[in-house]
Protein backbone atom coordinates (compact mmCIF):
# COMPACT_ATOMS: atom_id res chain seq x y z
CA UNK A 1 0.00 0.00 0.00
CA UNK A 2 2.73 2.64 0.32
CA UNK A 3 4.35 1.88 -3.12
CA UNK A 4 1.13 2.38 -4.33
CA UNK A 5 0.58 5.44 -2.49
CA UNK A 6 4.51 6.42 -3.25
CA UNK A 7 3.26 5.88 -6.83
CA UNK A 8 0.38 7.61 -7.02
CA UNK A 9 1.85 10.38 -5.45
CA UNK A 10 4.00 10.79 -8.43
CA UNK A 11 1.32 10.07 -11.17
CA UNK A 12 -1.15 12.96 -9.73
CA UNK A 13 1.74 15.71 -9.06
CA UNK A 14 2.58 18.58 -11.43
CA UNK A 15 5.30 16.44 -12.79
CA UNK A 16 6.38 12.61 -12.32
CA UNK A 17 9.55 13.42 -11.01
CA UNK A 18 12.17 10.58 -10.45
CA UNK A 19 8.87 8.59 -12.20
CA UNK A 20 10.88 10.01 -15.73
CA UNK A 21 13.00 7.17 -15.45
CA UNK A 22 9.99 5.16 -16.77
CA UNK A 23 9.85 7.59 -19.91
CA UNK A 24 11.28 4.43 -22.31
CA UNK A 25 8.78 1.87 -20.66
CA UNK A 26 6.21 4.98 -21.51
CA UNK A 27 6.93 5.13 -24.99
CA UNK A 28 7.24 1.34 -25.74
CA UNK A 29 3.35 0.98 -23.74
CA UNK A 30 2.22 4.14 -26.03
CA UNK A 31 3.55 2.20 -29.40
CA UNK A 32 1.86 -1.04 -28.27
CA UNK A 33 -1.35 0.80 -27.36
CA UNK A 34 -1.57 2.17 -30.92
CA UNK A 35 -0.69 -0.82 -33.01
CA UNK A 36 -3.48 -2.64 -30.93
CA UNK A 37 -5.54 0.60 -31.93
CA UNK A 38 -4.97 0.30 -35.48
CA UNK A 39 -5.75 -3.56 -35.84
CA UNK A 40 -8.84 -2.98 -34.59
CA UNK A 41 -9.23 -0.08 -36.94
CA UNK A 42 -7.61 -2.19 -40.13
CA UNK A 43 -9.89 -5.71 -39.09
CA UNK A 44 -6.77 -7.30 -38.06
CA UNK A 45 -8.12 -7.77 -34.96
CA UNK A 46 -12.25 -8.82 -34.62
CA UNK A 47 -14.75 -6.47 -33.29
CA UNK A 48 -18.39 -6.91 -33.41
CA UNK A 49 -21.88 -5.01 -32.46
CA UNK A 50 -24.32 -6.75 -30.28
CA UNK A 51 -26.97 -5.46 -32.18
CA UNK A 52 -28.84 -2.55 -29.81
CA UNK A 53 -27.21 0.09 -28.98
CA UNK A 54 -23.81 0.58 -26.05
CA UNK A 55 -22.84 3.24 -24.27
CA UNK A 56 -18.68 2.82 -22.89
CA UNK A 57 -18.62 4.89 -19.16
CA UNK A 58 -14.93 4.36 -19.17
CA UNK A 59 -11.90 6.26 -18.03
CA UNK A 60 -8.29 6.98 -19.03
CA UNK A 61 -6.78 6.56 -15.97
CA UNK A 62 -5.54 3.69 -13.98
CA UNK A 63 -8.15 2.95 -11.43
CA UNK A 64 -11.58 4.09 -10.00
CA UNK A 65 -12.87 7.30 -11.47
CA UNK A 66 -16.80 7.27 -10.22
CA UNK A 67 -18.10 5.50 -13.45
CA UNK A 68 -20.02 3.26 -11.21
CA UNK A 69 -22.34 5.63 -9.62
CA UNK A 70 -22.91 7.03 -13.49
CA UNK A 71 -23.49 4.00 -14.67
CA UNK A 72 -26.01 3.15 -12.58
CA UNK A 73 -27.86 6.63 -12.71
CA UNK A 74 -27.88 6.39 -16.27
CA UNK A 75 -29.45 3.13 -15.80
CA UNK A 76 -32.45 4.69 -13.57
CA UNK A 77 -32.84 7.20 -15.87
CA UNK A 78 -33.34 5.03 -19.44
CA UNK A 79 -35.53 2.31 -17.45
CA UNK A 80 -37.64 5.50 -16.86
CA UNK A 81 -37.70 6.42 -20.46
CA UNK A 82 -38.96 2.38 -21.62
CA UNK A 83 -35.62 0.95 -22.23
CA UNK A 84 -34.44 -2.16 -21.23
CA UNK A 85 -30.84 -1.89 -19.72
CA UNK A 86 -28.29 -4.07 -19.03
CA UNK A 87 -25.16 -3.51 -17.57
CA UNK A 88 -21.54 -4.79 -18.85
CA UNK A 89 -18.50 -5.10 -16.43
CA UNK A 90 -15.12 -6.88 -16.73
CA UNK A 91 -15.26 -8.10 -13.38
CA UNK A 92 -12.15 -6.81 -12.08
CA UNK A 93 -11.33 -8.96 -8.86
CA UNK A 94 -13.57 -11.87 -9.66
CA UNK A 95 -12.37 -15.32 -10.39
CA UNK A 96 -15.40 -17.26 -11.82
CA UNK A 97 -15.15 -20.99 -13.29
CA UNK A 98 -17.12 -19.46 -16.23
CA UNK A 99 -17.84 -16.73 -18.86
CA UNK A 100 -20.24 -14.97 -19.55
CA UNK A 101 -21.94 -14.69 -15.84
CA UNK A 102 -25.01 -12.97 -14.91
CA UNK A 103 -24.90 -11.42 -11.59
CA UNK A 104 -27.43 -11.81 -9.22
CA UNK A 105 -27.86 -9.82 -6.28
CA UNK A 106 -27.03 -13.02 -4.09
CA UNK A 107 -23.87 -13.59 -6.29
CA UNK A 108 -20.52 -13.78 -4.46
CA UNK A 109 -18.51 -10.78 -5.17
CA UNK A 110 -15.18 -13.27 -4.92
CA UNK A 111 -16.61 -15.21 -7.59
CA UNK A 112 -17.65 -12.03 -10.11
CA UNK A 113 -16.66 -8.69 -8.58
CA UNK A 114 -17.20 -5.68 -5.89
CA UNK A 115 -18.67 -3.19 -8.87
CA UNK A 116 -20.76 -5.98 -10.47
CA UNK A 117 -22.59 -7.06 -7.56
CA UNK A 118 -23.13 -3.58 -5.90
CA UNK A 119 -24.76 -2.52 -9.47
CA UNK A 120 -27.00 -5.37 -9.32
CA UNK A 121 -28.30 -4.68 -5.86
CA UNK A 122 -28.16 -1.34 -6.82
CA UNK A 123 -30.55 -1.15 -10.28
CA UNK A 124 -32.11 -4.69 -9.86
CA UNK A 125 -30.84 -4.72 -13.26
CA UNK A 126 -29.29 -7.30 -15.77
CA UNK A 127 -25.43 -7.88 -15.07
CA UNK A 128 -23.20 -9.85 -17.03
CA UNK A 129 -19.59 -10.39 -15.93
CA UNK A 130 -17.00 -11.63 -18.89
CA UNK A 131 -13.50 -10.48 -19.86
CA UNK A 132 -14.56 -10.58 -23.05
CA UNK A 133 -17.15 -7.84 -22.99
CA UNK A 134 -19.20 -9.31 -26.77
CA UNK A 135 -19.81 -12.67 -25.26
CA UNK A 136 -21.34 -10.41 -21.85
CA UNK A 137 -23.09 -7.84 -24.37
CA UNK A 138 -24.79 -11.17 -26.35
CA UNK A 139 -26.07 -12.77 -23.14
CA UNK A 140 -27.47 -9.56 -22.11
CA UNK A 141 -29.27 -10.07 -25.09
CA UNK A 142 -30.53 -12.86 -24.77
CA UNK A 143 -32.18 -11.83 -21.24
CA UNK A 144 -33.84 -9.06 -23.30
CA UNK A 145 -31.63 -6.19 -22.93
CA UNK A 146 -32.64 -3.37 -25.82
CA UNK A 147 -29.88 -0.71 -24.37
CA UNK A 148 -25.89 -2.21 -23.05
CA UNK A 149 -24.14 0.02 -20.17
CA UNK A 150 -20.19 -0.87 -20.29
CA UNK A 151 -19.46 -0.40 -16.75
CA UNK A 152 -15.29 0.49 -18.15
CA UNK A 153 -14.69 -0.94 -21.31
CA UNK A 154 -13.17 2.47 -22.99
CA UNK A 155 -9.98 0.71 -24.13
CA UNK A 156 -11.62 -2.68 -24.90
CA UNK A 157 -12.27 -1.83 -28.49
CA UNK A 158 -13.71 -5.59 -29.44
CA UNK A 159 -17.07 -4.04 -28.37
CA UNK A 160 -18.20 -1.56 -30.62
CA UNK A 161 -20.18 1.07 -29.27
CA UNK A 162 -22.63 4.13 -29.96
CA UNK A 163 -21.09 6.01 -27.58
CA UNK A 164 -18.20 6.72 -25.42
CA UNK A 165 -18.73 8.86 -22.07
CA UNK A 166 -15.47 9.29 -20.07
CA UNK A 167 -15.67 10.38 -16.28
CA UNK A 168 -12.94 11.85 -14.76
CA UNK A 169 -11.74 12.97 -11.12
CA UNK A 170 -12.39 16.56 -10.93
CA UNK A 171 -9.51 16.71 -8.33
CA UNK A 172 -7.00 14.95 -10.34
CA UNK A 173 -7.79 14.99 -13.49
CA UNK A 174 -5.46 13.20 -15.47
CA UNK A 175 -2.52 13.77 -13.18
CA UNK A 176 1.22 14.42 -14.57
CA UNK A 177 -0.03 13.58 -18.10
CA UNK A 178 1.95 10.48 -18.93
CA UNK A 179 0.70 7.18 -19.66
CA UNK A 180 1.88 4.41 -17.82
CA UNK A 181 3.98 3.55 -16.01
CA UNK A 182 5.11 6.98 -15.71
CA UNK A 183 1.84 8.69 -15.15
CA UNK A 184 -1.55 7.20 -14.74
CA UNK A 185 -3.02 7.19 -17.98
CA UNK A 186 -4.22 4.24 -20.46
CA UNK A 187 -4.19 6.43 -23.42
CA UNK A 188 -2.79 9.35 -24.02
CA UNK A 189 -4.61 12.22 -23.09
CA UNK A 190 -6.02 13.31 -26.69
CA UNK A 191 -8.26 10.47 -26.71
CA UNK A 192 -10.59 12.71 -25.12
CA UNK A 193 -10.96 14.56 -28.72
CA UNK A 194 -13.03 11.69 -30.07
CA UNK A 195 -15.10 11.07 -27.42
CA UNK A 196 -19.12 11.69 -27.38
CA UNK A 197 -19.23 13.96 -23.30
CA UNK A 198 -16.46 14.09 -21.04
CA UNK A 199 -17.78 13.67 -17.10
CA UNK A 200 -16.46 15.32 -14.20
CA UNK A 201 -16.89 14.55 -10.86
CA UNK A 202 -16.93 18.05 -8.68
CA UNK A 203 -15.38 20.03 -11.48
CA UNK A 204 -12.22 20.48 -12.54
CA UNK A 205 -10.02 21.57 -9.81
CA UNK A 206 -6.04 20.72 -11.47
CA UNK A 207 -4.65 21.79 -14.73
CA UNK A 208 -4.77 19.40 -17.74
CA UNK A 209 -2.13 18.46 -20.18
CA UNK A 210 -1.92 20.56 -23.41
CA UNK A 211 -3.09 17.94 -25.79
CA UNK A 212 -6.54 17.85 -24.10
CA UNK A 213 -9.58 19.03 -25.99
CA UNK A 214 -10.79 22.85 -24.83
CA UNK A 215 -12.98 22.64 -22.02
CA UNK A 216 -16.10 22.87 -23.70
CA UNK A 217 -20.56 21.74 -24.21
CA UNK A 218 -18.89 18.11 -24.14
CA UNK A 219 -17.41 18.74 -20.51
CA UNK A 220 -20.04 18.08 -18.13
CA UNK A 221 -19.71 18.17 -13.98
CA UNK A 222 -21.65 16.29 -11.86
CA UNK A 223 -21.68 15.56 -8.69
CA UNK A 224 -22.18 12.31 -6.00
CA UNK A 225 -24.84 13.23 -3.69
CA UNK A 226 -25.57 11.45 -0.52
CA UNK A 227 -28.74 10.13 -0.94
CA UNK A 228 -28.71 7.69 2.71
CA UNK A 229 -27.15 5.65 5.46
CA UNK A 230 -27.21 1.59 5.91
CA UNK A 231 -26.82 0.43 8.92
CA UNK A 232 -25.20 -2.87 9.17
CA UNK A 233 -28.41 -4.54 10.30
CA UNK A 234 -30.13 -3.39 7.03
CA UNK A 235 -32.03 -0.63 8.24
CA UNK A 236 -31.41 2.93 6.68
CA UNK A 237 -31.64 6.27 7.26
CA UNK A 238 -31.43 9.70 5.54
CA UNK A 239 -30.27 11.92 8.17
CA UNK A 240 -26.68 11.65 9.56
CA UNK A 241 -26.40 9.12 12.45
CA UNK A 242 -23.47 10.94 14.36
CA UNK A 243 -22.98 14.05 16.01
CA UNK A 244 -20.67 16.83 14.53
CA UNK A 245 -17.25 16.12 16.20
CA UNK A 246 -18.01 12.47 16.43
CA UNK A 247 -14.98 10.22 15.80
CA UNK A 248 -15.07 7.52 13.65
CA UNK A 249 -13.24 4.76 11.36
CA UNK A 250 -13.44 5.41 7.56
CA UNK A 251 -12.78 2.11 5.18
CA UNK A 252 -12.33 3.12 1.62
CA UNK A 253 -11.42 0.64 -1.01
CA UNK A 254 -11.85 2.72 -4.36
CA UNK A 255 -10.01 4.74 -6.45
CA UNK A 256 -9.84 7.94 -4.44
CA UNK A 257 -10.36 7.18 -0.99
CA UNK A 258 -9.39 11.07 -0.01
CA UNK A 259 -12.72 11.96 -1.56
CA UNK A 260 -14.54 10.04 0.65
CA UNK A 261 -12.74 10.52 3.73
CA UNK A 262 -13.24 14.58 2.61
CA UNK A 263 -16.89 13.88 2.15
CA UNK A 264 -17.13 12.76 5.70
CA UNK A 265 -15.12 15.69 7.50
CA UNK A 266 -17.00 18.05 5.29
CA UNK A 267 -20.28 16.32 7.43
CA UNK A 268 -18.48 18.00 11.19
CA UNK A 269 -16.96 14.09 11.55
CA UNK A 270 -13.74 12.86 13.19
CA UNK A 271 -12.09 10.32 10.32
CA UNK A 272 -9.67 7.99 11.08
CA UNK A 273 -8.67 7.16 8.04
CA UNK A 274 -8.47 3.12 6.61
CA UNK A 275 -7.34 3.77 2.98
CA UNK A 276 -7.03 0.72 0.84
CA UNK A 277 -6.14 -0.53 -2.55
CA UNK A 278 -8.86 -0.36 -5.08
CA UNK A 279 -11.02 -3.84 -5.46
CA UNK A 280 -9.10 -4.59 -2.33
CA UNK A 281 -9.85 -7.99 -0.98
CA UNK A 282 -11.62 -8.22 2.60
CA UNK A 283 -12.92 -10.54 5.26
CA UNK A 284 -13.92 -9.92 9.09
CA UNK A 285 -10.50 -8.94 10.34
CA UNK A 286 -10.47 -5.65 8.36
CA UNK A 287 -13.53 -4.50 10.81
CA UNK A 288 -11.49 -5.92 13.65
CA UNK A 289 -10.67 -2.01 14.75
CA UNK A 290 -9.82 -1.08 18.05
CA UNK A 291 -12.15 1.14 19.93
CA UNK A 292 -15.73 1.09 19.80
CA UNK A 293 -15.96 4.07 17.53
CA UNK A 294 -18.55 3.65 14.37
CA UNK A 295 -16.94 1.91 11.20
CA UNK A 296 -17.73 3.85 7.61
CA UNK A 297 -17.64 2.43 4.20
CA UNK A 298 -18.26 2.78 0.73
CA UNK A 299 -21.51 0.55 -0.78
CA UNK A 300 -18.39 -0.89 -2.98
CA UNK A 301 -16.85 -2.32 0.13
CA UNK A 302 -19.56 -3.16 1.87
CA UNK A 303 -20.62 -5.94 -0.59
CA UNK A 304 -17.64 -8.00 0.62
CA UNK A 305 -17.97 -7.24 4.16
CA UNK A 306 -21.57 -7.99 4.22
CA UNK A 307 -21.20 -11.57 5.84
CA UNK A 308 -19.73 -9.47 9.21
CA UNK A 309 -21.70 -6.22 9.15
CA UNK A 310 -23.33 -5.62 12.68
CA UNK A 311 -24.98 -2.07 14.32
CA UNK A 312 -21.32 -0.98 14.78
CA UNK A 313 -21.20 -0.64 10.91
CA UNK A 314 -22.81 2.09 8.59
CA UNK A 315 -22.77 1.88 4.59
CA UNK A 316 -22.42 5.71 3.22
CA UNK A 317 -24.67 5.33 0.30
CA UNK A 318 -24.42 7.88 -2.67
CA UNK A 319 -25.79 8.62 -6.64
CA UNK A 320 -24.29 10.75 -9.26
CA UNK A 321 -26.33 14.01 -10.29
CA UNK A 322 -26.38 14.18 -13.86
CA UNK A 323 -27.49 17.28 -15.97
CA UNK A 324 -30.79 16.93 -17.02
CA UNK A 325 -29.77 18.00 -20.58
CA UNK A 326 -27.40 15.53 -20.66
CA UNK A 327 -29.44 12.85 -20.25
CA UNK A 328 -31.99 14.07 -22.63
CA UNK A 329 -29.42 14.56 -25.30
CA UNK A 330 -28.44 10.70 -24.56
CA UNK A 331 -32.13 9.71 -25.15
CA UNK A 332 -32.22 11.54 -28.49
CA UNK A 333 -29.38 10.16 -29.94
CA UNK A 334 -30.23 6.79 -28.34
CA UNK A 335 -33.32 6.93 -30.27
CA UNK A 336 -31.77 7.38 -33.20
CA UNK A 337 -29.19 4.77 -33.14
CA UNK A 338 -32.23 2.17 -31.99
CA UNK A 339 -33.88 3.21 -35.47
CA UNK A 340 -30.75 2.71 -37.41
CA UNK A 341 -30.22 -0.81 -36.05
CA UNK A 342 -33.82 -1.96 -36.71
Not at 86 to 104: C, D, E, F, N, Q
Not at 108 to 131: I, N, R
Not at 255 to 279: A, C, T, W
Amino acid sequence: MKLQQWVEQHWYARNPGVLRLLAPLEALYCHKMQQRQQAYRQGKKPSSHPGVPVIIVGNLTVGGSGKSPVVAALAGYFCQKGWKPGIISRGYGGKATHYPLLVTTGSDPAEVGDEPLMLAQQTGLPVAVDPDRPEAARLLVEQGCNLLLADDGLQHLALQRDIELVVLDGARGLGNGHCLPMGPLREASSRLNSVDFILCQGGLTVPLPTDCPAVDQRWINYSLQQIGWRCGDGKTQTDMPFKSGQQVHALAGIGNPKRFFDQLRQQGLDVIEHPLKDHAQMDARLLDLPGEQPILMTAKDAVKLQPWLNTRHWVVEVQAALPQTLLETLQSRLQVQLNLLQ
